[in-house]
């Protein structure tokens, strides 16, 4: 392990990809961006405001639907979806946050 600190130029593999995103894709929802030096090939992109956006970027990235990894949190309260591609060189994980619906009780007593 290095025991160098990590400089900005260290990151510039996901910058660009975050660049170039921007350039092809800034149409889409804007996402929570993340670009840490812990893992400098990553960009992260968390979507918040439910899965369409999450979709939306999906698609984008050319990310089949059976490689995306479905998981609950916070008491089965929570969606979140994962998958990763790659991009530009980097690794870009793409995280979508939504909620789960209540169940609808069967006859549609409440």
Excluded: K, N
């Amino acid at each position: 392990m290095s025991t160098e600190t990590p400089t900005l130029d260290d990151l510039t593999v996901p910058m660009r990809a975050l660049r170039l995103l921007a350039a092809d894709f800034g149409h889409l929802p804007a996402p929570t961006v993340s670009i840490s030096p812990i893992y400098p090939e990553r960009l992260e992109l968390s979507l918040h405001s439910g899965l369409p956006g999450f979709e939306a970027w999906r698609e984008a990235l050319g990310i089949a639907p059976d490689v995306v990894l479905y998981r609950e949190q916070s008491d089965g309260r929570t969606r979140v979806l994962r998958a990763v591609a790659a991009y530009a060189g980097a690794v870009v994980e793409l995280i979508g946050y939504g909620d789960v619906c209540a169940p609808v009780p069967v006859g549609g007593a409440a």
